[in-house]
């Protein structure tokens, strides 16, 4: 009875926490926004947007009312990125975060004209190194099935490139290539971190997506 009781009395004041796992290249932006998201869900929290490069990690538990997000921000650093496969197993979704202002038109065709003599000198900016890394992730097992959310950052800026392209030129190649592995549910949204613009629907987009998806990654109650 007594351990009835103690179950029933755990689910009726507990939540779902799901852990969130905001990765991308150095400078991206992730850092800035965990503060946005801190700052939307929780008045009292004053964003810090003048941020340095992580090294290391930055973790921010936020209470959505409904579940709890637990959101990671790991160094995007290169000499960094092999610590991102030690939060795949236990995360929830990840939400990969691009600089579109520095990947060119975001057209990975174009990645390979870029190298040969002649080839134009389009400038792709990181647009490589983010296709690289973006598949590293996807073709690690643990991150099987785990919704993805690409996030254009940096719409803000004169010199960005437009969502579209960066889901047609980069993302949509990468997740139809060879290396985009299993089917996954997946999104790209425009985001300004800096402003906030986008902020809530990413997070919005997140929470229902790893509900969704609990039966294949079970949240941990709190
Ligand atoms: N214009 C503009 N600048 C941004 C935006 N988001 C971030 N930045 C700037 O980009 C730089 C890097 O931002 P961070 O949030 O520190 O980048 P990060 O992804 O955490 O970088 P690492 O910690 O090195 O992995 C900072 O100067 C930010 O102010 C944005 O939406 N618009
Ligand atoms: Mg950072």
């Avoid at 134009?120 to 959310?149: A, F, H, M, N």
């Amino acid at each position: 009875m007594y351990h009835l009781a103690k179950s029933l009395y755990l689910h009726a004041t507990s939540k779902e926490e799901y852990s969130i796992l905001l990765l991308g290249l150095d400078n991206a932006g992730k850092t800035t926004l965990l503060e946005q998201i801190k700052s939307s869900y929780n008045p009292e929290h004053n964003a810090r947007l003048n941020t340095v490069p992580t090294v290391g990690q930055n973790v921010s538990l936020v209470d959505l009312g409904e579940c709890y997000l637990k959101v990671w921000d790991v160094g995007g650093q290169h000499t960094l990125r092999g610590l991102w496969q030690n939060y795949y197993s236990s995360c929830h979704a990840i939400v990969f975060v691009i600089d579109s202002t520095d990947v060119g038109d975001a057209d990975v065709e174009k990645i390979n004209e870029h190298d040969t003599p002649g080839g134009g000198g389009v400038d792709v900016g990181r647009l490589e190194e983010c296709k690289i890394v973006l598949e590293s992730i996807l073709e690690d097992q643990q991150t099987e099935g785990v919704p993805l959310l690409v996030l254009a950052n940096k719409q803000d800026a004169e010199d960005c490139v437009e969502v579209v392209r960066i889901k047609e030129g980069l993302v949509r190649r990468v997740i139809e290539g060879e290396k985009g592995a299993s089917v996954r549910d997946s999104r790209v949204l425009p985001l300004s971190a800096l402003t906030g613009t986008g902020v809530r629907e990413a997070v919005e987009w997140v929470c229902s997506r790893v509900k969704w998806n609990k039966e294949a990654r079970p949240p941990v109650m709190r």
